[in-house]
């Protein structure tokens, strides 16, 4: 995740006060932990990553289960919980779940698509106390709809918005984008300031479940190059303005050095006094952090390098605690991710942002080459 809101809060901080703090790498004590505790989904999204139906599928974890595997992530130092599906909320033993993780000291987040949540779920989910819940959209409502499968999905998910925002629960606005719903970005950042969503999370389109099937309409470079440029002017305003808005994308690591090309070509003076202190706390980022800062696991126990790698599994959390999986580096794509350079090739191995995104996305090299450590297809520089 690129916090694109942290980087130009520090600029606007140095325009004020003419200097900007030195960079520290900063070292999380474990990784964020992306949850699939359960498959079934209400909708069939099109950019679906877990293809996802509305049927119940076998094999999932039990209660007791999920509580034991929390004992060993909390050994772990992970510090982070975001419970994710299909759609969480279908699983009835969602809110013990979360109610035990805040009880551990976890933060946890909660990912859902929205339509589920009505007055009574609202008020569970705040009652439970999820330190974030993030709601996807897709666009405006015509696109919003047309993706999600369903005429009214974007109607149901403002409506959750609304009534979680009335309880006083932190909310934000997920976004992926693709060829057919760039053009209601500009749109989705007004229609967060509105309604007074916190967080807006810009995710690219990644080559998994079916946002793979659907790689081939992916956005050209120019529209997210476009789109980048948008949404940093967005975010530069908000950062200079002060106000209590923040910006992270995902899924694109290009992003870190897009940004430097942004503030060259936008504040130009800005770039000559401090772009080598901010290429230096971009640089402390790393870029991708598939395989050692985020994790994933499956509603089958299955541990992934991250959410877009469900086709690759490290370990079963019935089999091995996710410690002792995530520790173990025999197997070769996990060697290769927790490697400092990782071994990419191509015109990665020779870009100069190298030490900024870390080589990006490798599942898109994987889908299209068969290569994980081959070019990112999807980088946009």
Not at 21 to 47: D, F, Q
Request: net charge neutral.
């Amino acid at each position: 995740m690129f916090r694109v809101s942290q980087y130009l809060r520090l600029l606007a901080e140095a325009r004020r006060e003419g200097a900007m703090p030195p960079a520290r790498r900063a070292r999380p004590p474990g990784p964020v932990v992306i949850w699939n505790l359960i498959r079934r989904c209400n909708l069939t999204c099109t950019h679906c990553y877990a293809l996802s139906a509305d049927h119940d599928y076998a094999g999932e974890l039990s209660t007791d289960e999920v509580f034991g595997v929390m004992d060993d992530l909390k050994a772990y130092r992970v510090p982070v919980l975001i419970l994710s599906g299909g759609e969480p909320l279908l699983r009835r033993d969602l809110y013990p779940i979360a109610e035990r993780a805040k009880r551990m000291r976890f933060y946890v987040g909660l990912s859902t698509n929205g339509t589920l949540i009505d007055e009574a779920h609202a008020d569970r989910i705040a009652a439970t106390g999820f330190d974030y819940v993030g709601i996807s959209l897709d666009g405006l409502r015509e696109t919003h709809d047309r993706f999600r499968r369903l005429e009214g999905a974007f109607d149901a998910s403002l409506g959750a918005v609304r009534r979680l925002r009335r309880r006083g629960v932190k909310v934000g606005l997920r976004f992926t984008m693709t060829a057919q719903n760039a053009h209601d970005l500009p749109a989705l950042l007004q229609l967060t300031r509105d309604e007074g969503a916190g967080k807006f999370y810009f995710s690219h389109l990644n080559y998994a479940g079916r946002g793979n099937i659907h790689r081939a309409k992916d956005a050209h470079f120019a529209t997210t190059r476009e789109a980048m440029d948008g949404l940093f002017d967005h975010a530069w305003a908000s950062a200079q303005q002060g106000l209590d808005e923040e910006f992270v994308t995902g899924n694109n690591d290009a992003d870190g050095p897009w940004l430097l090309h942004w503030l060259a070509r936008r504040e130009p003076e800005l770039h000559a006094r401090f772009g080598t202190t901010l290429r230096e706390h971009l640089v402390a980022w790393g870029g991708n952090a598939s395989g050692v800062n985020v994790a994933n696991i499956d509603n089958l126990g299955q541990v992934h390098p991250d959410t877009m790698w469900w086709h690759h599994t490290l370990g079963n959390v019935r089999e091995r605690p996710f410690s002792a999986i995530w520790s173990d580096t025999s197997d070769p794509l996990m060697a290769g991710l927790k490697a400092q350079p990782r071994p990419v090739q191509g015109r990665c191995a020779g870009c100069r942002h190298f030490d900024v995104c870390g080589g990006n996305t490798r599942v898109r090299a994987e889908q299209v080459t068969g290569n994980p450590w081959d070019e990112d297809p999807g980088c946009y520089l």
